[in-house]
Nanobody, 120 residues
Framework: QVQLVESGGSLVQAGGSLRLSCAAS????????MGWYRQAPGKQRELVAR???????NYADSNKGRFTISRDNAKNTVYLQLNSLKPEDTAVYYC??????????????WGQGTLVTVSS
C-alpha cells in the first residue's frame, strides 16, 4: 500500500502565501512524477503543477509565476508554494503521484486533499 498525506491548507487573505506539503509512504520503490491538482466547488479537478523525479516541471497557465512546485526525493515529498493568492484559487488541493511499488506494481495514488480558502 502507498499513502499520500497532504498538509498546509488554510484560510488566507488575498495576496497572501501558503506552502502545501505532500508526503508519500508505504512500499515504495520509486516515484516518477508527483503533482498537485485542485477542485473548486462546482468545477472539475484541474492540474496545478507537476514535477518529475529529475526536476522537470510544468504548470497550468493560470498560476505560472505565482506557484512553485518542488520535491525532496529522499523524503518522497512534494511541495507547492502558493504566492499572490487570489480568491479564485480557493479549492481543495490534491496531491498525486505515479508510484512503482517494491512489488513492481505501478500505482496512480491520490491524497485526501487539503482545503485552501482565499478571502477577498
Amino acid at each position: 500500500q502507498v499513502q499520500l498525506v497532504e498538509s498546509g491548507g488554510s484560510l488566507v487573505q488575498a495576496g497572501g502565501s501558503l506552502r502545501l506539503s505532500c508526503a508519500a509512504s508505504g512500499s515504495i520503490s520509486s516515484i516518477n512524477r508527483m503533482g498537485w491538482y485542485r477542485q473548486a466547488p462546482g468545477k472539475q479537478r484541474e492540474l496545478v503543477a507537476r514535477i518529475t523525479s529529475g526536476g522537470t516541471t510544468n504548470y497550468a497557465d493560470s498560476n505560472k509565476g505565482r506557484f512553485t512546485i518542488s520535491r525532496d526525493n529522499a523524503k518522497n515529498t512534494v511541495y507547492l508554494q502558493l504566492n499572490s493568492l487570489k480568491p479564485e484559487d480557493t479549492a481543495v488541493y490534491y496531491c498525486n503521484a505515479g508510484v512503482t511499488m517494491t512489488s513492481g506494481r505501478y500505482l496512480e495514488v491520490w491524497g485526501q486533499g487539503t482545503l485552501v480558502t482565499v478571502s477577498s
